[in-house]
């Protein structure tokens, strides 16, 4: 993705969190930082429950009608890892426009950590910490790499439910 497009999918999310009543007026950045570790805990939760029904075919849900890939995503991929994986990167593209952080196309985090857990527990200490949302993105996209996940597609997927049941 670039910039544009980071930008454009960022304010999305952050839009779509609202509707769903995230973001009230006391809504703080610590706030944010705990949805983030929750949705971390989440996706350790599914990893661990092997939901990885993930291989399933993204293009499956393209044109179908909403009732239809709402009632299919709810029954087969909500709660997955790819689902949650897709929640995490949700939140911090969010995240990005609350604490009005740029998100630079192709950032890369200094990590040596070569296990999806690892990774996972680093994107809850970026969130813990004073985070940079780039440091989540980037740990997300190498977690998606080492499952052979698709993030866009999960989180074009995710986009769309979430849009479909406010």
Known sequence: MNKKEYEKLSQECYESAVKRGFYGDDYTADDMSLDIIRECIEFIDALEDGLHRDKLDYFLF??????????????????????ELADIYICALSASVFVDQEIVPGYCCDSFIKDVKGRVLEVVECAAAEYDCNDIISNIIEVAEMLKIDIEKALECKMRFNRLRV
């Open 62 to 83: 393209q044109g179908l009608p909403d009732h239809v890939f709402c009632h299919l995503y709810a029954n087969s991929y909500h709660n997955t890892i790819g689902d």
